[in-house]
């Protein structure tokens, strides 16, 4: 079964850190562009980050850039999200992705992680 587990969400005061997990079973995730989405309350589910098969490259949206840093370990089948200078307006569920293309629509890719919480408090 192809299936991706986040984990690594909580609840941090504004300045902290968290790093997200994400973890893949069923299938070879060096084969797969792996992205990271988020969706906040009432909002539409939003691209934040992702990073090509071999690691060598990875975009980012405007508001994450200089925070967060994408990074995978091939050889675990996992991916991270390492999010500092966390702001309140980085509270939502966030989502890891697989898919063989490459860009920031949702509809690009194919495999979903169940989310995982975070909260950034003021």
């Known amino acids: 079964e192809v299936q991706l587990v986040e984990s690594g969400g909580g609840l941090v005061q504004a300045g902290g850190s968290l790093r997200l997990s994400c973890a893949a079973s069923g299938f070879i995730s060096s084969h797969y562009v792996i992205g990271w989405f988020r969706q906040a309350p009432g909002k539409e589910r939003e691209f934040v980050a992702a990073i090509t098969g071999s690691g060598g490259y990875a975009n980012y949206v405007d508001s994450v850039k200089g925070r967060f840093t994408i990074s995978r370990d091939n050889a675990k089948n996992t991916v991270y999200l390492q999010m500092n200078s966390l702001k309140p307006e980085d509270t939502a569920v966030y989502y890891c992705?697989?898919?063989?293309?490459?860009?920031?629509?949702?509809?690009?890719?194919?495999?979903w992680g169940q989310g995982t919480q975070v909260t950034v408090s003021s």
């Open positions: 992705t697989g898919t063989t293309g490459w860009g920031r629509s949702v509809s690009l890719y194919q495999v």
